[in-house]
């Protein structure tokens, strides 16, 4: 379902039949209610074909396939063989962590202090009109609140690729985490929120 060198999801599309898309395509993630070992999360993206479709990952395939656990082979052209592309990246990924860098970060304002994350921490992404930029809700693994954050499309589809500089919305949302999403989408659809990013 994803692809590590390509940093694609595959799902299916009903007018194309496979859709690719990066994580920055992704509009919300959402986890099912049920097991939690495997979690299953419910993800509405948008697809090539200029629809939204849902689908479903699990949590392997949303927080660990991107850095190169899972399963796939690559022809390597040196020995003309085909390799694990897990034992690769798998100790690609395990060296820059042991050496503090993590894949995926945020802005908590709340705690006014940068964060780890894995993707399944966001719940609600929304693309600049550009598209070159993201606006991200994260629920804060440590502390527990909401903080949206706006960074390039590469920080979250690229594992360890962190933008020399993010936009913060100062903004502390109520406890009730229904009420924050939808005053985040709000938020993020109204024309005081594109105004406020083109004023940073």
């Known amino acids: 379902m994803y692809d590590a060198l ?3 999801y595959a799902f299916s599309c009903p007018d194309r039949g496979q859709a690719r898309v990066a ?3 992704f509009r ?3 986890q099912l209610p049920g097991a939690t070992h495997p979690a299953v999360f419910e993800v509405d993206f948008d697809c090539g074909c200029g629809d939204r479709h849902p689908g479903l990952v699990t949590h392997d395939e949303l927080d660990w396939a991107p850095l190169g656990l899972a399963e796939g082979v690559f022809l390597n052209l ?3 063989q085909l390799d694990a592309v897990e034992d690769e990246l798998a100790d690609l990924a395990a060296r820059r962590i042991g050496a ?3 894949p995926w970060s945020f802005f908590c304002y709340p705690e006014e202090r940068p964060r780890p994350i894995f993707p399944s921490s966001f719940f609600l992404l929304a693309p600049a009109q550009d598209r070159e930029a993201v606006g991200i809700a994260v629920r804060c693994p440590v502390c527990g609140s909401v903080s949206v954050n706006l ?3 590469a920080h979250v589809d ?3 690729h962190n933008d ?3 936009w913060i919305v100062e903004h502390v949302f109520q406890a009730d985490a229904e009420r924050a999403l939808e005053e985040f989408a709000a938020e993020l659809y109204s024309a005081r929120f594109d105004a406020r990013r083109l004023s940073l």
């Open 6 to 8: 390509t940093t694609r």
């Open 164 to 166: 020399a500089q993010i």
């Open 28 to 30: 919300r993630i959402e």
């Open 151 to 153: 960074v390039s499309a």
């Open 23 to 25: 994580l920055s395509s």
């Open 100 to 102: 503090g860098e993590w």
């Open 78 to 80: 040196m020995t003309s």
């Open 158 to 160: 690229v594992p360890f």
